[in-house]
């Protein structure tokens, strides 16, 4: 009797340990909207005063930008060649941000359900969108050139315009890919931002964004062959949104809603726009072409605990739960350095490779990154995930210096 009594111990107490170590290696997933679970930093393996040190860090280096960020705009972008505001801004909140250790919740600050502007952030949602067309086999692959998936493109006129008789010439469509050399670009030219697309698209000429020194260069300058040469330009990657509309024919933000958003549990609150100009005919109806960040205002309003989600989801690899939102070949390749600026992989996957951005954080870490400076820092090394905003730009690496520094095992 006795001997059975041990050896049933022994028994319950191995299924015990069983269960124990099965439940640490099963990934954590939140629920969705608030069901979000909390831990204590000693819970997940953390220093708890250095965690605080790192919270007390992010609200001490807030960026010196105005808080109203059409101010902001007109200060800096706004004073371009065609820099006028051809979306929404909004004043921004307070700094914000949250840190994500193995899936849970161990730091928050600011109001991270406060809606704001994400700029730049936006273009990983867009290249998003466009790794769910390849996954489905909507976009064959990355090296197709764009072109043949790109129709005319009616453009609609502001609201109370219309034809008029002086007006010869401007209902014409826009043929986006009109020469040889444009001909030639691709899918991955645009994600990763090497086109040197020529045009014009919604009011701003390729040349205006972040133009060079000398006007006399602006038009005359040769333009290089597709991939041979990064150039960051917010009109491009507007082309890329514009592209990928005319293959999802649908709304932008509704596919990303259907296929991302609403299955990793994302609020209903963050929204996604256009430019007042931006409205296209599609199969008969008027849809906005949204724009891939905050240039000239527009693109992505979301919360920082739902760019948290999106930081967690790009941390285990396009995976949620039982779910491939995302296939892990979209995520490699968009992990995968430009051959033109190594430390970039699709937009806007920043890498570390080169440790220069951040030289605390480990080089298989990366960042998708906006101004403001809003950033949402993925550290598969450390199972970190941080949500900052409204830090100041110099800031971010001594943020995350402090983070890592809290993990102890």
């Not at 640490?24 to 250095?50: I, N």
């Not at 309003?301 to 296939?327: E, H, K, P, T």
Request: net charge neutral; hydrophobic share 40%; glycine share 10%.
């Amino acid at each position: 009797m006795i001997v059975a009594y041990l050896r049933l111990s022994v028994a319950l107490a191995l299924l015990l340990a069983c269960t124990a170590e099965a439940q640490r290696s099963t990934p954590y997933y939140p629920g969705p909207g608030e069901d979000w679970e909390r831990r204590t930093p000693e819970q997940v393996g953390m220093d708890a005063a250095r965690l605080d040190s790192a919270v007390a860090f992010a609200l001490a280096n807030e960026s010196a930008a105005p808080r109203d960020l059409e101010l902001a705009h007109y200060q800096t972008f706004g004073r371009e060649p065609f820099g006028e505001a051809v979306g929404p801004f909004a004043e921004r909140g307070e700094p914000a941000g949250i840190i994500i250790r193995r899936g849970y919740i161990v730091a928050e600050w600011g109001d991270p359900r406060r809606v704001d502007m994400t700029f730049s952030v936006t273009k990983s949602f867009l290249s998003t969108v466009v790794g769910l067309a390849v996954d489905r086999g909507m976009i064959r692959g990355v090296h197709d050139p764009v072109d043949p998936y790109v129709g005319p493109v009616f453009v609609l006129p502001p609201e109370g315009g219309g034809r008029h008789a002086g007006g010869l010439g401007e209902n014409r469509p826009l043929r986006l890919f009109d020469t040889d050399r444009e001909r030639r670009i691709t899918w991955d030219h645009l994600l990763r931002q090497t086109s040197d697309w020529e045009g014009t698209l919604w009011g701003k000429p390729d040349w205006a964004d972040r133009p060079l020194q000398d006007p006399r260069e602006w038009l005359t300058r040769e333009r290089a062959e597709p991939g041979a040469v990064f150039e960051y330009n917010d009109v491009r990657v507007n082309l890329l949104a514009l592209a990928a509309l005319n293959v999802w024919r649908r709304p932008l933000p509704q596919v990303l809603r259907d296929h991302v958003m609403d299955p990793i549990g994302a609020s209903a609150t963050w929204r996604w726009t256009g430019y007042d100009n931006s409205w296209v005919l599609m199969d008969g109806l008027a849809v906005q072409s949204v724009s891939g960040g905050g240039h000239w205002g527009g693109g992505m309003f979301i919360s920082a605990r739902d760019m948290a989600r999106f930081g967690l989801l790009a941390l285990r690899r396009g995976r949620w739960g039982d779910r491939q939102v995302l296939s892990e070949a979209w995520v490699r390749m968009a992990l995968t350095p430009t051959p033109a600026q190594p430390n970039y992989g699709f937009m806007n996957w920043y890498l570390n490779t080169d440790r220069e951005r951040l030289p605390s954080a480990p080089a298989t870490a990366f960042v998708h990154l906006g101004n403001g400076t809003n950033a949402i820092y993925v550290d598969p090394q450390n199972d970190l995930v941080v949500v900052a905003r409204w830090i100041a730009n110099p800031a971010l690496d001594g943020l995350v210096q402090r983070v890592i520094a809290a993990v102890h095992r």
